[in-house]
């Protein structure tokens, strides 16, 4: 009898086994989408083998028009984790990584399987363009000047929290880029006289993603809250702020990893 037990237990492990690398292989395999930031260690091995140039790049944008456009946005800048202009990808930001997430498409997620479509020339050329669209403040991406105002900058457990206000012009020229795309946070009318940003970086600089939602109280009392979208490395959202006076400002952001990190910021704003 404990002959059979044995076996039975040896068997049984043996199927969970099989279970979990079958498991693990379909993940790797199809690329499924988990929250977090992680890495495809197989594909980051390879090798990108066309070189980015301007040529190249052309190519890609060409593709990206027709392919993309519609749920990444003008320049990769749509809403929260859609958003491709920034330096966390959630599958890993390699020319291999990135190549497989276009092939294979995300199970679980609206992105679809392009090897089908695409020759494997024009995936890479469309690599080069995505690469080519990191333009964060983060190490390794290109600097790009933060537009609006700095109203304030403060640490909030290990991450720093920078907030910028931009008036109807600067706010005109950042959503150029996101011509014909409705995302959450941007409004339309009178009622809008400012747009609200603000950064989350970790100590060594990095950009982090999350979620955001602001709450104003304006000087009479009266609140209003939003949330934001992912756009130049940071969040924003925008807001009326046509009473002069003291407006309180308040920010609950959650960052999703191997934690969930939720921070909340509070301060008041003199709008003169």
Not at 68 to 83: D, N, P, Q, T, V
Not at 181 to 186: A, D, T
Not at 199 to 205: L, R, V
């Amino acid at each position: 009898m404990g002959g059979i037990a044995m076996r039975i237990l040896i068997v049984s492990l043996f199927l969970l086994l099989c279970m979990i690398f079958s498991f693990t292989y379909a993940q790797e395999k199809e690329h499924v989408y988990t929250p977090h930031p992680h890495k495809h260690k197989q594909h980051a091995k390879v090798k990108n083998p066309i070189p980015m140039d301007e040529q190249t790049i052309k190519k890609g944008a060409e593709l990206y028009e027709r392919y993309c456009i519609g749920c990444h946005g003008k320049a990769g800048r749509a809403g929260g984790r859609l958003a491709l202009a920034k330096a966390v990808y959630v599958h890993g930001d390699t020319d291999g990584e990135i190549f497989h997430a276009i092939s294979a498409g995300v199970k679980g997620t609206a992105m679809r399987a392009f090897n089908k479509d695409l020759t494997e020339d024009m995936r890479w050329n469309l690599v080069n363009y995505v690469k080519n669209l990191i333009t964060t403040d983060s190490p390794g991406g290109k600097t790009i000047e933060r537009p609006g105002k700095q109203i304030r900058q403060t640490n909030v457990k290990e991450y720093t929290l920078t907030y910028y206000l931009l008036n109807l012009s600067e706010r005109g020229e950042m959503m150029k880029l996101m011509e014909g795309h409705s995302v959450l946070g941007m409004k339309k009318g009178a009622d809008v006289t400012n747009h609200l940003m603000v950064y989350i970086q970790k100590p060594d600089g990095k950009i982090v993603p999350g979620d955001v939602a602001f709450l104003l109280i304006d000087p009479d009392g009266k609140d209003f809250s939003t949330m934001t979208m992912g756009m130049y490395g940071g969040y924003g959202a925008d807001i009326n702020m046509k009473i002069k006076g003291s407006y309180t400002i308040k920010a609950k952001i959650v960052i999703e990893g191997r934690d969930i990190v939720r921070l909340e910021d509070e301060f008041t704003f003199q709008m003169n």
